[in-house]
């Protein structure tokens, strides 16, 4: 699955680098480059960092449903940076915290290349049918 998933074509995912390392039904992992991520001040963008958590819920959520009559669509997003990151990669894991008919809520932590949390977030997802 995470390889199908590293050919996911003209994303904002791949505009930012992330890169699926492991996708089940309950977790996810993925990295993604500080470099060519960065805020003026030299250091991660929260919004990227924000934009990986959000990827990494979205894709868990789609591995739940039943893509030919259902979507998931992120409706709430709540992220915290603890520690900056200035180089190499940012990882995250993303754990299924509640499996519901129409919401999965996800937690992620994402870290720097010396296990140091530098972002943690939970992302909500709502199951639409179409």
Same mark, same amino acid.
């Given at each position: 699955?995470?390889?199908?998933?590293?050919?996911?074509?003209?994303?904002?995912?791949?505009?930012?680098?992330?890169?699926?390392?492991?996708?089940?039904?309950?977790?996810?992992?993925? @990295?993604?480059?500080? +470099?060519?991520?960065?805020q003026p001040?030299?250091?991660?963008?929260?919004?990227a960092?924000?934009?990986?958590v959000?990827?990494?819920?979205?894709?868990?959520?789609?591995?739940?449903? +039943?893509m030919? @009559?259902?979507?998931a669509?992120?409706?709430?997003?709540?992220? @915290?940076?603890?520690?900056g990151?200035t180089g190499?990669?940012?990882?995250?894991?993303?754990?299924?915290?509640?499996?519901?008919r129409?919401?999965?809520?996800? /937690?992620v932590?994402?870290?720097?290349?010396?296990?140091?949390?530098t972002s943690?977030?939970?992302? @909500?997802? /709502?199951v639409?049918?179409?």
């Amino acid at each position: 699955m995470a390889a199908r998933l590293r050919q996911s074509g003209n994303t904002l995912g791949t505009r930012l680098g992330i890169v699926f390392l492991e996708a089940s039904r309950t977790q996810l992992v993925a @990295t993604m480059p500080v +470099d060519g991520n960065l805020q003026p001040a030299g250091r991660l963008h929260g919004g990227a960092s924000a934009a990986l958590v959000e990827e990494l819920a979205s894709v868990g959520s789609w591995l739940n449903l +039943d893509m030919s @009559t259902q979507v998931a669509v992120g409706v709430d997003l709540n992220i @915290t940076h603890v520690r900056g990151a200035t180089g190499g990669l940012v990882r995250g894991v993303a754990d299924l915290m509640y499996r519901g008919r129409s919401v999965l809520v996800w /937690n992620v932590t994402l870290t720097n290349e010396h296990g140091k949390v530098t972002s943690t977030g939970r992302c @909500t997802c /709502n199951v639409v049918k179409f």
